[in-house]
């Protein structure tokens, strides 16, 4: 079954934009975009199942440079 998630992404100073360049070209990612509040980050991916989603996160979205802090919200169908 596939998993849809929310990503909550905080940065470095001075690297919002970059962040969100290298993470929307990530396979997976549907889509990256900068917000205001508590977090700098919001992206929106979609895996095979939550063994996937607990990769990327781990292996290519936290290696982005600055990054800083990711905060990880599976959809549930209710």
Known sequence: MAVTAYLFIETEGGKTAGVVTAVRAIDGVV?????TGPSDVIA????ADID???RMVVSQIQAV???TRT???PVVNL
């Not at 889509?31 to 917000?35: L, N, T």
């Open 52 to 54: 996937a989603l607990g």
């Open 65 to 67: 440079d600055g990054i």
């Open 44 to 47: 929106r991916v979609e895996t």
């Open 31 to 35: 889509s990256a975009d900068a917000i």
């Open 71 to 73: 905060q990880t919200c």
